[in-house]
Nanobody, 113 residues
C-alpha cells in the first residue's frame, strides 16, 4: 500500500525558513519522479517543484525559483522541500505527489507575523 506522509510545516515569520519532508513507502521510490504542490484557501492547487527519480532533473515554478530547493534521499525514501525567504503569499497546504498517481495528506505552512 502506498503511503506519502508530509511533515515539517508550521508557522513562520516572513523571511524565515522551513524544510518539508515527504516520507514514502509502498512503491519503487527511487524510480519515481516526485513533485511538490501547494493549495491556498480558495485557490487551485499549484505546482511548486519536481525532481526525477535519480535527482538529476529538477524544475521549479517561477514563484519559488531561487527560494525553494527540492531534493531527495533514495535511501530514506524521502523527498524534501527547503523553503527560504518565505513570504505571506507562500501560505498554503503543501502536498507531495508521486507521479504514479498518489498524493500525501499535506502539511500546513503559514507565513505571518
Amino acid at each position: 500500500q502506498v503511503h506519502l506522509v508530509e511533515s515539517g510545516g508550521g508557522l513562520v515569520q516572513p523571511g524565515g525558513s522551513l524544510r518539508l519532508s515527504c516520507a514514502a513507502s509502498g512503491f519503487a521510490f527511487s524510480a519515481s519522479t516526485m513533485r511538490w504542490y501547494r493549495q491556498a484557501p480558495g485557490k487551485e492547487r499549484e505546482f511548486i517543484a519536481v525532481i526525477s527519480g535519480a535527482g538529476g532533473s529538477i524544475n521549479y515554478a517561477d514563484s519559488v525559483k531561487g527560494r525553494f530547493t527540492i531534493s531527495r534521499d533514495n535511501v530514506k525514501n524521502t523527498v524534501y522541500l527547503q523553503m527560504n525567504t518565505l513570504k505571506p503569499e507562500d501560505t498554503a497546504r503543501y502536498y507531495c505527489y508521486a507521479v504514479i498517481g498518489y498524493w500525501g495528506q499535506g502539511t500546513q505552512v503559514t507565513v505571518s507575523t
